[in-house]
């Protein structure tokens, strides 16, 4: 398959990259973040763990907690999109699947209700997980608030925060300020400050 919604992070000195390859989520390591190297298995299968064909997992992100690293995906099985996650001590083995969102609000095709998740720590133990329903002129995302990084579900009516009309949004900080990067109706990527309240 191809490479599929890539997320780049550091881990010290190297470079991490997941991606999907429209059945798995797989990785690449970088030495200088420019030319990565696929991670194999004794098997020269470049998968870490995924789900069958017709699910398609993939837009992974991965979020470090204590001393855990926890990778979130979208999938969608019997064409229901949904959000999962699983946990890592190493980046290589994966625990098992876990169910952490299902739909966005108002999302128009069931099969894409739960696109590109992404899980930020604003706060010492509160998470938010933004995930995108509609995309381009429509561009919507639903934001889920939680004190368990591995639970948006149990209270998915209650813990909607808000929703934007952007989709495919990245959070991260520079130099003390938050900022938020989306897709500018699949034309390119637009950045905005955030203010946490």
């Keep these: 398959g191809g490479l ?5 992070f550091r881990d010290g000195r190297r470079f991490v990259m997941f ?3 429209w059945a798995n989520i797989c990785s690449q390591e970088s030495s200088d973040g420019k030319v990565f190297t696929r991670r194999l298995d004794a098997g020269g299968k470049a998968a870490l763990f995924g789900q069958d064909f017709d699910s398609n997992a993939r837009d992974p992100m991965v979020l470090r907690v204590g001393g855990e690293w926890i990778c979130y995906y979208s ?13 890592s ?10 169910l952490v969102a299902g739909a966005g ?3 128009k095709n069931p099969r894409y ?3 590109c998740p992404f899980v930020v720590e604003p706060k010492p133990g509160e998470y938010y997980l933004f995930h995108t329903q509609n995309y381009g002129r429509e561009a919507h995302t ?3 608030h939680s004190r368990d990084p591995l639970d948006f579900i149990s209270r998915e009516k209650e ?5 934007l009309p952007i989709a495919a949004p990245e959070i991260f900080q520079h130099e003390g300020h938050w900022y938020l990067a989306s897709l500018l109706a699949l034309r390119g990527i637009q950045i905005s400050r955030l203010v946490w309240e």
């Design 142 to 144: 639903t934001v889920r």
């Design 113 to 115: 209700a739960a696109e």
């Design 75 to 87: 999938a969608h099985p019997n064409a229901k999109g949904a959000v999962y996650a699983r946990v």
């Design 4 to 8: 599929q919604a890539p997320y780049v």
């Design 159 to 163: 813990n909607v925060v808000c929703t």
């Design 89 to 98: 001590r190493d980046l290589v083995k994966w625990g098992p699947e876990r």
């Design 19 to 21: 991606y999907g390859d």
């Design 105 to 107: 609000v108002n999302s």
